[in-house]
Nanobody, 123 residues
Framework: QVQLVDSGGGLVQAGGSLRLSCAAS????????MTWFRQAPGKEREFVAT????????IYRDSVRGRFTIFRGDAKNTVYLQMNSLQPEDTAIYYC????????????????WGQGTQVTVSS
């Protein structure tokens, strides 16, 4: 059983930055995609960014492209989300997730989830 632990959320002013972390553990861990989702109050959980674990290529939601960067850490079981130029509309609980399937955009494709970390951006 794979365990994901995400962290790094907090309260920042608009224009500020945060770096989220996700550490995976388990007897075997070799996902197809590692992904960040987010869920704001009263809204559906939505895709933010993903990285193909073997190729290292990444894909972003339109509204965060150019502001957020997903990347693997030095440890092979760690992924980060660097968030710059944060805006109030980025306020949400952020979740890391892993899937061994080819899908990445839909939350239903993911077998493993972190517990979530709160990001709050004030005006």
């Amino acid at each position: 059983q794979v365990q994901l632990v995400d962290s790094g959320g907090g309260l920042v002013q608009a224009g500020g930055s945060l770096r989220l972390s996700c550490a995976a553990s388990g007897r075997t861990f070799n996902p197809y995609f590692m992904t960040w989702f987010r869920q704001a109050p009263g809204k559906e959980r939505e895709f933010v960014a993903t990285i193909n674990w073997s190729a290292g290529s990444s894909i972003y939601r339109d509204s965060v492209r150019g502001r957020f960067t997903i990347f693997r850490g030095d440890a092979k079981n760690t992924v980060y989300l660097q968030m710059n130029s944060l805006q109030p509309e980025d306020t949400a609980i952020y979740y890391c997730a892993a899937t061994n399937s080819g899908g990445y955009y839909f939350r239903e494709s993911y077998e493993y989830w972190g517990q979530g970390t709160q990001v709050t951006v004030s005006s």
